[in-house]
């Protein structure tokens, strides 16, 4: 099997170089740090039509929510107008948004779903 290439450890960058006092000039290493990702909460909409058990079934199908959870997080979409599915990366929660709304469509409800930054 062929090697595959390994690439060099990544060297810390080397900042501004400075006067360190009595003429000496250091080199300030600065780590470069990595951000984590932005996080993207999926949003649910309340509605009139979409039944109660089909939004329970979209929780615990796309969002893993236990049937006690999954109740709960419908009860406050319902009394509430709106309620946070779950917190992804921005292509997961992308993706989750997209199979919940072809669900919704498949079945026949007008179920609603958006990300936003979380
Ligand atoms: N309000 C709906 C009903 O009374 C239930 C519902 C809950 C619909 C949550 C959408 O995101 C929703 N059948």
Not at 38 to 53: A, F, G, I, K, S
Not at 73 to 90: A, N, Q, S
Request: charged share 25%; proline share 9%; with cysteine.
């Amino acid at each position: 099997m062929p090697d595959t290439p390994v690439p060099p450890p990544r060297k810390p960058s080397v900042g501004p170089r400075r006067e360190g006092g009595q003429g000496a000039v250091v080199a300030e290493r600065k780590t470069q740090k990595t951000q984590p990702p932005r996080m993207y909460q999926v949003v649910m909409l309340n509605d009139d039509y979409t039944p109660m058990e089909f939004v329970v079934m979209v929780l615990q199908e796309y969002f893993k929510r236990d049937l006690e959870t999954a109740t709960q997080i419908m009860l406050k979409i319902h009394h509430e107008g709106r309620g946070v599915c779950g917190v992804y990366t921005k292509d997961v929660a992308a993706t989750k948004v997209e199979l919940v709304l072809a669900a919704a469509k498949r079945a026949g409800h007008p179920l609603q779903c958006i990300m936003e930054a979380a």
